[in-house]
T-cell receptor, first 113, second 113 residues
Framework: DAGVTQSPTHLIKTRGQQVTLRCSPKSGHDTVSWYQQALGQGPQFIFQYYEEEERQRGNFPDRFSGHQFPNYSSELNVNALLLGDSALYLC????????????FGNGTRLTVT | AQSVTQLDSQVPVFEEAPVELRCNYSSSVSVYLFWYVQYPNQGLQLLLK??????LVKGINGFEAEFNKSQTSFHLRKPSVHISDTAEYFCAVSNTGFQKLVFGTGTRLLVSP
């Protein structure tokens, strides 16, 4: 049973560029959340997708956008990259109710130069 | 708004000794509480969760935590640690209606022989 898979594992981009990160949820899960983890910090909630719609959003600018596909996979897009966007981006999948625990992937390490 | 405080950024301990990692939270509503572990270059793995019921929660790898509502704490304990327990540990809180997790800044557990 495959868990949450994310691609790519590492990515290097230049300031001002755009990036797309991908996530496939754990089998049986239909809800996908994205988190940003800066070096030495705890993860911070970006947004959550359910039924192909953004259900809730954290305190991130509009440069961060997402999408969920009918097969429940998801993309995170970041436009106009800043040096401060360098971080580990974690995808988590779950069932849609509050007591369903999140299962995390291994993340995508984004470096902006 | 919710917040989580992990007072200890690093906890050194000898193998086979007991350990306690402290977590305090702040919330004006009912909460769910979680402990996650992160090994180097990996995502987060759920250790245990408190949703309701018994305040003593047992998790994987011999870890347990106790929910104390009056002290707004959820400390993690293990009676005897192993070298393989060396990792970063994150405490997280969410309200009971939604899955947005608010994480602490993490505690690095360093187990030495």
């Amino acid at each position: 049973d495959a868990g949450v898979t994310q691609s790519p594992t590492h990515l290097i981009k230049t300031r001002g560029q755009q990036v797309t990160l991908r996530c496939s949820p754990k089998s049986g899960h239909d809800t996908v959340s994205w988190y940003q983890q800066a070096l030495g910090q705890g993860p911070q909630f970006i947004f959550q997708y359910y039924e192909e719609e953004e259900r809730q959003r954290g305190n991130f600018p509009d440069r961060f956008s997402g999408h969920q596909f009918p097969n429940y996979s998801s993309e995170l897009n970041v436009n106009a990259l800043l040096l401060g966007d360098s971080a580990l981006y974690l995808c988590a999948s779950s069932l849609p109710w509050g007591n369903s625990p999140l299962h995390f992937g291994n993340g995508t390490r984004l470096t902006v130069t | 708004a919710q917040s989580v405080t992990q007072l200890d950024s690093q906890v050194p301990v000898f193998e086979e000794a007991p350990v306690e990692l402290r977590c305090n939270y702040s919330s004006s509503v009912s909460v769910y509480l979680f402990w996650y572990v992160q090994y180097p270059n990996q995502g987060l793995q759920l250790l245990l969760k408190y949703l309701s019921g018994s305040t003593l929660v047992k998790g994987i790898n011999g870890f347990e935590a106790e929910f104390n509502k009056s002290q707004t704490s959820f400390h993690l304990r293990k009676p005897s640690v192993h070298i393989s327990d060396t990792a970063e540990y994150f405490c997280a809180v969410s309200n009971t209606g939604f899955q947005k997790l608010v994480f602490g800044t993490g505690t690095r557990l360093l187990v030495s022989p």
